[in-house]
């Protein structure tokens, strides 16, 4: 649910996961720790404390122009 990719899903099946896995994170008691853990990470990558993160996708930039 809370990964950023996973081969084969459409963009839609992609962000219909995402925006359930921000609702989810929305009601968690844990955010700010969660939040915290992300920062000290580093990179991680998919939903942390209610928000997309992904290093390897920079933003302002489509699917479409990175695999081209």
Do not use: Y
Not at 24 to 32: D, H, K, L, M
Not at 38 to 44: C, D, K, N, R, V
Not at 55 to 62: A, E, N
């Amino acid at each position: 649910m809370f990964d950023d990719d996973i081969p084969g899903e459409s963009e839609a099946e992609q962000s219909r996961r995402l925006a359930a896995a921000s609702a989810v994170c929305i009601r968690c008691p844990v955010r700010g720790p969660c939040r915290t853990a992300a920062g000290e990470l580093g990179h991680p990558v998919g939903v942390w404390a209610g928000r997309l993160t992904n290093p390897s996708r920079p933003v302002g930039r489509s699917r479409k122009e990175l695999s081209a």
